[in-house]
């Protein structure tokens, strides 16, 4: 069976008539730019997760530079950030001129691990960036003690968590200012490029308005250096209609989770998901850790089986972030991270026999019995 790592088909074809004619909506309307189509997305994402204002933005790194740019954090200023992460997340800080700060991870959860910031904390500390990777809210109670005991911002990449919580708050609710990612594979997906910052702060939310539209609030009128990131019309509208569906794709993503963690319990050295204590997954990854993960990826592509490593090279090793002096052994949690989690097939819609047929192919990988 020909199971890929992603597939949008169950998701998009039974709203594929809702979708189109919201599509024609914005057509019709020939109002393009930050019209109608937009203002609703962003007053029913806020809502959604549980904040006063959200601003759309034209993906999801933009989000996040935005963020700190509306914060104030800027050269000389250090952010504290996962040793773990997509690039994208050190790359927002790197835009604002300040220093990302690696922390490392809990190696069960893969989430930056409380325990550990307060030892990285020094006077140019501004702000914590926490990222709720592959879909399971970060232990934010601790984090938002932390901050709060230190005068620290916090900017939570919310990007892979769309709908998870953290002791009964939503991912994105908790920092002053929190970007996510409607990139197509994103639990919430567009269907291209698009974003949006949450917050509670009224002043904030102006200065992003501001920021994504050329530092313009009035027509030919700019205040600020601005910047040309507005979330699309027609993103917004898919948006909208995929918004009142995800909390049924979001179930059916546990469902699967549940379901692998069945039929993988016991295979081999795989490690399988662990959930922080007070937080939820919504499973945008599924990720599995083994010592034999290059020999087991290719006996899966060899079995029809679509699988994809995030991520292979930790942030610090990438030669973009050379200039920061990292060196390989410093961050080991990360780099083993790095060395051994492979992402498995993952969408709504999947059924029992899809994982089951994954569950069988791993067990007929002979890495494990040697």
């Known amino acids: 069976m020909q199971i ?83 690039i994208a997340t050190w790359l927002a800080i790197s835009y604002v001129g300040a220093t990302p700060v690696p922390v490392e991870p809990n190696p069960n959860t893969f989430n930056l691990d409380p325990t550990l910031i307060e030892a990285a904390i020094t006077p140019r500390t501004r702000a914590i960036m926490p990222v709720h990777l592959y879909g399971q809210a970060c232990e934010m ?3 938002m003690d932390i901050a709060n005991r230190h005068k620290l911002l916090v900017i939570e990449d919310n990007a892979q968590a769309q709908g998870a919580t953290a002791d009964g708050g939503v991912t994105g609710s908790f920092g002053q200012a929190n970007g996510t990612s409607f990139y197509p594979g994103k639990n919430l997906g567009a269907l291209g490029d698009a974003g949006a910052i949450t917050t509670n702060d009224a002043e904030v939310d102006r200065r992003l308005r501001s920021l994504r539209n ?11 250096i601005g910047y040309n990131s507005r979330l699309d019309e027609m993103q917004a509208a898919v948006l909208s209609v995929k918004l009142s569906h995800l909390g049924d794709w979001t179930k059916q993503r546990q469902q699967v989770a549940v379901l692998y963690d069945q039929h993988l319990a016991g295979l081999g050295d795989l490690i399988l998901p662990v959930i922080a204590e007070g937080s939820t997954h919504v499973y945008h990854l599924y990720v ?38 990292l060196p390989a052994g410093q961050f080991p949690i990360a780099e083993e991270l790095a060395a051994t989690c492979l992402s498995l097939p993952m969408w709504p819609g999947m059924q029992e026999h899809h994982v089951k047929s994954v569950a069988d192919a791993i067990r007929r990988f002979s890495g494990f019995s040697s």
């Open 214 to 224: 050329y530092g313009s609030q009035k027509k030919y009128f700019n205040e600020v």
């Open 4 to 86: 890929p790592f992603l597939s949008f088909t169950p998701q998009h074809q039974p709203i594929r008539e809702e979708v189109l004619t919201a599509m024609a909506h914005v057509y019709d309307n020939q109002w393009y730019v930050l019209g109608q189509a937009v203002t609703d997305f962003e007053g029913a994402y806020a809502a959604y997760n549980q904040t006063s204002h959200c601003v759309g933005v034209a993906n999801g790194l933009d989000a996040l530079h935005l963020a700190l740019l509306a914060l104030q954090v800027g050269p000389g200023d250090e952010v504290i950030v996962p040793s773990n992460t997509y």
């Open 288 to 325: 599995v850790r083994t010592a034999h993960r290059e020999a087991l990826q290719q006996h899966l592509a060899a079995e029809g089986i679509g699988t994809l490593i995030h991520y292979p090279v930790p942030p610090h090793r990438q030669e973009a972030f050379a200039h920061l002096n």
């Open 141 to 143: 109670t601790a984090i």
